[in-house]
């Protein structure tokens, strides 16, 4: 029992930030992961799905163990902030050396570096400052600047390009971070999100959240229209709602969604989800003629639901019911679905001079109404049946963070796989017979195959340049070591 | 072609040559029956087909170089293959030019797409990084996508509203930019493990498991009548907007129970001769072992081809509703593409037990590919990324959400985990050749069950394809 919480902590700390740990959290993570793909998740399947697809006790043992939605359970979320902390830990063990690396970059070279750096080339030359003006030139030639660096009697040179690509590791970990912030604790802290139903004409500001709540909206939500677009296939290809924002009493903004194209209003989003019939009537037009007596034109009119509408004098029809689908059993009349497949509507034409109400029903229904006896004969012209928009309503104040982590991402993974730090180095030295050579070394921290390329090139380039002054070109016999 | 030039070659090159041929004779003749229906000359299908007869040459002549050794069977392969890439093409824009859309919108659509760029990196790999052989893999992958393709429905579907986005095609696009490149890394690192000196009944070990693998899957869904289960789909739920979970139908296709039974005793067979080998180790097993792989690709053929013909536009019974319904072949794509892969995963070996020399001396050393596979991961793992987030971001405009742990999205994310592992193994642990080239196996392996598995076993919101 030796161990004491400095030790512990520390101990927590190297776990924490090391790529092992790191690793087996990926794979827990990809195994839950599996889990929640295979097995039937709560909020996506209806529950008389889930009990077909379980036994009892297996559902109820999916459930205990949160396996039946394991993405919102609290160890999934659990294992996340692990995941995390792990890039967190192991990027600040690693940061302070990298930073280093960045802040003051390496730029001369002692022996020791010298001698273990695997690629590198000596060029004879005759004079220091030829040498390094050569070298210089190359660099350029390569369009690279370079740097004279000043030692107590001498000079030698440094040449780099994309030091940034040393922190790409860093922006990607940090665009993890952002992502996981966005998603894991600003939406889940602060998103909700909802259904709201509308019909043309109505407005509301209640949201029917998913967990069965209602969420009230400062603002409210109005439809003034809905339709459907088909295909000549039936298939539809366009649902379209036209909403208007009211808030404190005026019109703010209007907007026709569709899918794909949301309205946005201080960061609630109305989605156009689905579209349908209600099953209600919207509005009848009939026409009517008198039974007997006087033989007019037949009369057109429109009745909503609930509508009474004088017809003469003394005769009023009122539109009492809408059945969609209807079915006649025991003498009564049932609706089978909530599509106007099959419509029947129910008519009070009703008298005042002998104060009595007959039954109408259209289309006929024999025992049910009292067509026969109704001082009018009523002939359905159109029927307009009532639809509803359909809206998913969303919430994500954290979704800015998500995309900020997401363009990060993208700028860091291009300087971790396709921008190279590369750094050159050139110090005249004198060789082991005491003659004077120009000591060129170079590193690329990725892609080493085209940077051996390029050095090559580069080593070509300065005996190039150090041909023309005429000096070196007796000596011109450069030992040339590469390697990896 | 190869055929007759491989008559000077010995007895068990010309076995093998006979077998690609009569199984690409097969194939061809499907197409054939296809193009037949539909009268018109200068249209899609016929595109397809010259592609598929472009390819299928392609591939045979990859084979025969593989084969024989003969430098230019390469440069007709190649030549075969910018043939069928132009075909391809043409298929693609006509289908683009047809449908008013690029064509990402179901899942023949999305192999369209996938062939073509599949056929387009095999040539980028060859003349760029000079993989000569890789045709060898990738040719096999492109003729099943063609063949694929001949049997799925291929009407115009139009667009449902969700689909009606620009962002669909940059998912799509980057999609299939991401999947090929692991499609390749994957070849390049099978490449690898062959210069790499693994031994050959190691991969006889890999092979067999993988198609024991296939028939079990195939025969985990064998039920009571002795009928083989088919997962079909109802046509009509297809077009709504908002699947929570997509509707399926298992249809039986009697009598091919047994068949399947058979297959998979045959392809089992060369597994429990390979642990008979490793426990008596004695070689004398394994010589049975190559002979039985032999004998279960004849019996997979055999069974491929009663398949194709029990599946084909028949009325079966269903388990679940009553009353009889309709099969085609698109009702069934995994398993078919299962028995394809199968098929030719076994091809694949019997050409490297037979010619592994040849082929050694064709294909870059170990430590070529070995970088090369590293380089194709780096392409493929930034695409994944940026495919996952236009795909987040689309469906924060159609769904509402940016992210619902749907089946597919999931399985996406795992994949790019898996990517994500390999590249931080490679890069602070300093993971070469085997162990990364087994990595990198093992993310193809997810990409595919990613693409077809996800969409057929494990449907979501991502219904469409």
Request: proline fraction near 4%; hydrophobic fraction near 50%; aromatic fraction near 12%.
């Given at each position: 029992m030796a161990l004491s919480l400095r030790s512990v902590s520390r101990k927590t700390w190297l776990t924490l930030s090391s790529i092992k740990t790191g690793v087996i959290l990926i794979i827990l993570v990809g195994i839950f992961s599996i889990a929640g793909t295979v097995i039937l998740q709560r909020p996506m399947t209806d529950a008389d799905d889930m009990q077909r697809a379980y036994s009892p006790t297996m559902l109820r043992f999916l459930d205990a163990a949160g396996l039946t939605d394991v993405f919102h359970t609290y160890w999934f979320i659990a294992l996340l902030v692990l995941v995390s902390l792990c890039i967190v830990a192991a990027s600040i063990q690693r940061f302070p050396n990298s930073w280093r690396f960045f802040a003051r970059p390496y730029k001369s070279p002692d022996e020791h570096f010298r001698k273990a750096l695997p690629t590198q080339a000596q060029i004879p030359i005759s004079d220091e400052e030829d040498g390094l003006s050569a070298a210089e030139r190359a660099l350029k030639h390569l369009g690279l600047r370079s740097e004279r660096i000043v030692h107590t009697s001498s000079f030698s040179l440094f040449s780099e390009r994309n030091r940034i690509s040393e922190m790409a590791v860093y922006m990607v970990h940090a665009s993890l971070l952002l992502i996981f912030l966005g998603y894991g604790v600003v939406d889940a802290l602060y998103g909700w999100r909802g259904f709201l139903v509308l019909n043309p004409g109505t407005a509301s500001n209640q949201i029917e959240l998913k967990n069965g709540a209602t969420r009230t909206l400062p603002f409210s939500i109005r439809c003034d229209g809905t339709g459907e677009e088909t295909y000549t296939d039936g298939t539809p290809k366009r649902w379209w709602s036209k909403l208007a924002v009211i808030d404190n009493g005026s019109e703010v903004q209007r907007k026709e969604i569709v899918v794909n194209d949301p309205l946005v209003y201080e960061g609630v989003r109305f989605y156009q989800a689905s579209w349908g019939q209600t099953?209600?009537?919207?509005q009848l037009v009939l026409s009517a003629t008198p039974a007997k007596g006087a033989i007019g034109p037949p009369k057109k009119i429109s009745l909503a639901p609930n509508q009474t509408v004088a017809l003469d004098a003394d005769t009023s029809v009122q539109l009492a019911e809408f059945i969609p689908d209807y079915v006649v059993q025991d003498g009564n009349v049932y609706s089978r679905s909530n599509d106007v497949l099959n419509p029947a509507v129910h008519l009070i034409v009703t008298s005042k001079k002998d104060t009595r109400s007959v039954n109408v029903w259209l289309p006929e229904i024999p025992g049910v109404g009292e067509n026969a006896s109704s001082p009018y004969i009523f002939e359905p012209k159109d029927l307009t049946p009532e639809v509803f928009t359909g809206l998913q309503v969303s919430h994500e104040p954290g979704q800015w963070s998500v995309w900020a982590g997401v363009i990060l991402m993208a700028i860091g993974l291009t300087f971790v796989f396709y921008v190279s730090h590369v750094r050159f180095w050139a110090v005249p030295v004198r060789n082991g017979n005491g003659q004077l050579a120009l000591w060129v070394g170079g590193t690329a921290n990725r892609n080493r195959d085209a940077f051996e390329e390029r050095f090559k090139n580069l080593v070509e380039q300065i005996k190039k340049e150090l041909k023309p002054t005429g000096v070196a070109s007796a000596q011109a016999q450069a030992t040339t070591t590469t390697g990896r | 072609m190869a055929r007759a030039r491989a008559e000077q070659q010995p007895a068990t090159g010309t076995t093998l040559i006979v077998l690609v041929g009569l199984s690409i004779a097969f194939l061809l003749f499907m197409a054939f029956l296809n193009v037949v229906k539909s009268g018109s000359i200068l249209n899609e299908s016929n595109m397809l087909y010259a592609a598929l007869i472009f390819y299928a040459g392609a591939g045979a002549l990859y084979l025969g170089f593989g084969v024989?050794?003969?430098?230019?069977y390469i440069k007709f392969a190649s030549l075969a293959t910018w043939a069928g890439l132009v075909a391809n093409t043409l298929a693609v824009a006509h289908r683009w030019y047809e449908a008013?859309?690029?064509?990402?919108?179901s899942i023949y659509e999305m192999l369209l797409s996938f062939v073509w760029t599949l056929a387009a990196l095999t040539l980028i790999a060859e003349k760029?990084?000079?993989?000569?052989?890789?045709g060898t893999v990738t040719m096999p992958v492109a003729i099943v996508g063609v063949v694929l393709m001949q049997l799925l429905r291929t009407e115009v579907h139009p667009l449902v509203p969700a689909l009606q986005s620009t962002w669909l095609h940059v998912h799509v696009t980057l999609a299939m930019l991401a999947y090929a490149a692991c499609a390749l890394s994957f070849a390049l690192a099978m490449m690898f493990l062959i210069q790499d000196k693994m031994r050959t009944e190691s991969f006889l070990a890999a092979t067999s498991m993988f198609t024991v693998g296939i028939y079990a899957a195939v025969l985990s869904r064998f039920e009571r009548w002795g009928g083989l289960n088919v997962v079909a789909w109802d046509a009509e739920n297809k077009s709504e907007v908002f699947i929570s979970r997509g509707v399926r139908l298992f249809v039986t296709i009697p009598d091919l129970g047994w068949m399947m039974l058979l297959v998979f005793a045959a392809v089992a067979a060369p597994l429990v001769l390979y642990v008979v080998f490793r426990l008596k180790k004695n070689d004398h097993f394994l010589a049975i072992a190559n002979r039985a792989v032999f004998i279960s690709i004849l019996l997979q053929i055999l069974a491929l081809v009663f398949f194709l013909l029990r599946a084909r536009d028949g009325q079966y019974p269903s388990l679940d509703a009553e009353g009889l319904y309709q099969t085609s072949l698109a009702a069934s794509p995994f398993i078919l593409s299962a028995l394809v892969g199968g098929i030719f995963a076994n091809l694949l070996y019997l050409l490297l037990l037979w010619r592994r020399p040849d082929l050694e001396r064709h294909l870059p050393d170990a430590d070529a590919l070995d970088r090369i596979t590293y380089k194709t991961i780096c392409i493929a793992f930034p695409l994944l990324t940026l495919m996952i987030a236009a795909g987040a971001y689309w469906a924060n405009r159609?769904?509402?959400?940016?992210?619902?742990?749907d089946p597919k999205e999931t399985w996406a994310a795992i994949t790019w985990l898996v990517y994500a592992g390999y590249l931080h193994m490679r890069i602070t642990r300093g993971w070469r050749g085997r162990r990364a080239a087994y990595f990198a196996i093992l993310g193809f392996a997810v990409v595919m069950f990613t693409f077809f598995g996800v969409t057929y076993l494990l449907p979501g919101l991502h219904a469409y394809a």
């Amino acid at each position: 029992m030796a161990l004491s919480l400095r030790s512990v902590s520390r101990k927590t700390w190297l776990t924490l930030s090391s790529i092992k740990t790191g690793v087996i959290l990926i794979i827990l993570v990809g195994i839950f992961s599996i889990a929640g793909t295979v097995i039937l998740q709560r909020p996506m399947t209806d529950a008389d799905d889930m009990q077909r697809a379980y036994s009892p006790t297996m559902l109820r043992f999916l459930d205990a163990a949160g396996l039946t939605d394991v993405f919102h359970t609290y160890w999934f979320i659990a294992l996340l902030v692990l995941v995390s902390l792990c890039i967190v830990a192991a990027s600040i063990q690693r940061f302070p050396n990298s930073w280093r690396f960045f802040a003051r970059p390496y730029k001369s070279p002692d022996e020791h570096f010298r001698k273990a750096l695997p690629t590198q080339a000596q060029i004879p030359i005759s004079d220091e400052e030829d040498g390094l003006s050569a070298a210089e030139r190359a660099l350029k030639h390569l369009g690279l600047r370079s740097e004279r660096i000043v030692h107590t009697s001498s000079f030698s040179l440094f040449s780099e390009r994309n030091r940034i690509s040393e922190m790409a590791v860093y922006m990607v970990h940090a665009s993890l971070l952002l992502i996981f912030l966005g998603y894991g604790v600003v939406d889940a802290l602060y998103g909700w999100r909802g259904f709201l139903v509308l019909n043309p004409g109505t407005a509301s500001n209640q949201i029917e959240l998913k967990n069965g709540a209602t969420r009230t909206l400062p603002f409210s939500i109005r439809c003034d229209g809905t339709g459907e677009e088909t295909y000549t296939d039936g298939t539809p290809k366009r649902w379209w709602s036209k909403l208007a924002v009211i808030d404190n009493g005026s019109e703010v903004q209007r907007k026709e969604i569709v899918v794909n194209d949301p309205l946005v209003y201080e960061g609630v989003r109305f989605y156009q989800a689905s579209w349908g019939q209600t099953g209600k009537l919207d509005q009848l037009v009939l026409s009517a003629t008198p039974a007997k007596g006087a033989i007019g034109p037949p009369k057109k009119i429109s009745l909503a639901p609930n509508q009474t509408v004088a017809l003469d004098a003394d005769t009023s029809v009122q539109l009492a019911e809408f059945i969609p689908d209807y079915v006649v059993q025991d003498g009564n009349v049932y609706s089978r679905s909530n599509d106007v497949l099959n419509p029947a509507v129910h008519l009070i034409v009703t008298s005042k001079k002998d104060t009595r109400s007959v039954n109408v029903w259209l289309p006929e229904i024999p025992g049910v109404g009292e067509n026969a006896s109704s001082p009018y004969i009523f002939e359905p012209k159109d029927l307009t049946p009532e639809v509803f928009t359909g809206l998913q309503v969303s919430h994500e104040p954290g979704q800015w963070s998500v995309w900020a982590g997401v363009i990060l991402m993208a700028i860091g993974l291009t300087f971790v796989f396709y921008v190279s730090h590369v750094r050159f180095w050139a110090v005249p030295v004198r060789n082991g017979n005491g003659q004077l050579a120009l000591w060129v070394g170079g590193t690329a921290n990725r892609n080493r195959d085209a940077f051996e390329e390029r050095f090559k090139n580069l080593v070509e380039q300065i005996k190039k340049e150090l041909k023309p002054t005429g000096v070196a070109s007796a000596q011109a016999q450069a030992t040339t070591t590469t390697g990896r | 072609m190869a055929r007759a030039r491989a008559e000077q070659q010995p007895a068990t090159g010309t076995t093998l040559i006979v077998l690609v041929g009569l199984s690409i004779a097969f194939l061809l003749f499907m197409a054939f029956l296809n193009v037949v229906k539909s009268g018109s000359i200068l249209n899609e299908s016929n595109m397809l087909y010259a592609a598929l007869i472009f390819y299928a040459g392609a591939g045979a002549l990859y084979l025969g170089f593989g084969v024989t050794a003969t430098d230019s069977y390469i440069k007709f392969a190649s030549l075969a293959t910018w043939a069928g890439l132009v075909a391809n093409t043409l298929a693609v824009a006509h289908r683009w030019y047809e449908a008013g859309h690029p064509p990402f919108a179901s899942i023949y659509e999305m192999l369209l797409s996938f062939v073509w760029t599949l056929a387009a990196l095999t040539l980028i790999a060859e003349k760029r990084y000079g993989v000569k052989v890789i045709g060898t893999v990738t040719m096999p992958v492109a003729i099943v996508g063609v063949v694929l393709m001949q049997l799925l429905r291929t009407e115009v579907h139009p667009l449902v509203p969700a689909l009606q986005s620009t962002w669909l095609h940059v998912h799509v696009t980057l999609a299939m930019l991401a999947y090929a490149a692991c499609a390749l890394s994957f070849a390049l690192a099978m490449m690898f493990l062959i210069q790499d000196k693994m031994r050959t009944e190691s991969f006889l070990a890999a092979t067999s498991m993988f198609t024991v693998g296939i028939y079990a899957a195939v025969l985990s869904r064998f039920e009571r009548w002795g009928g083989l289960n088919v997962v079909a789909w109802d046509a009509e739920n297809k077009s709504e907007v908002f699947i929570s979970r997509g509707v399926r139908l298992f249809v039986t296709i009697p009598d091919l129970g047994w068949m399947m039974l058979l297959v998979f005793a045959a392809v089992a067979a060369p597994l429990v001769l390979y642990v008979v080998f490793r426990l008596k180790k004695n070689d004398h097993f394994l010589a049975i072992a190559n002979r039985a792989v032999f004998i279960s690709i004849l019996l997979q053929i055999l069974a491929l081809v009663f398949f194709l013909l029990r599946a084909r536009d028949g009325q079966y019974p269903s388990l679940d509703a009553e009353g009889l319904y309709q099969t085609s072949l698109a009702a069934s794509p995994f398993i078919l593409s299962a028995l394809v892969g199968g098929i030719f995963a076994n091809l694949l070996y019997l050409l490297l037990l037979w010619r592994r020399p040849d082929l050694e001396r064709h294909l870059p050393d170990a430590d070529a590919l070995d970088r090369i596979t590293y380089k194709t991961i780096c392409i493929a793992f930034p695409l994944l990324t940026l495919m996952i987030a236009a795909g987040a971001y689309w469906a924060n405009r159609a769904w509402g959400s940016y992210w619902n742990w749907d089946p597919k999205e999931t399985w996406a994310a795992i994949t790019w985990l898996v990517y994500a592992g390999y590249l931080h193994m490679r890069i602070t642990r300093g993971w070469r050749g085997r162990r990364a080239a087994y990595f990198a196996i093992l993310g193809f392996a997810v990409v595919m069950f990613t693409f077809f598995g996800v969409t057929y076993l494990l449907p979501g919101l991502h219904a469409y394809a």
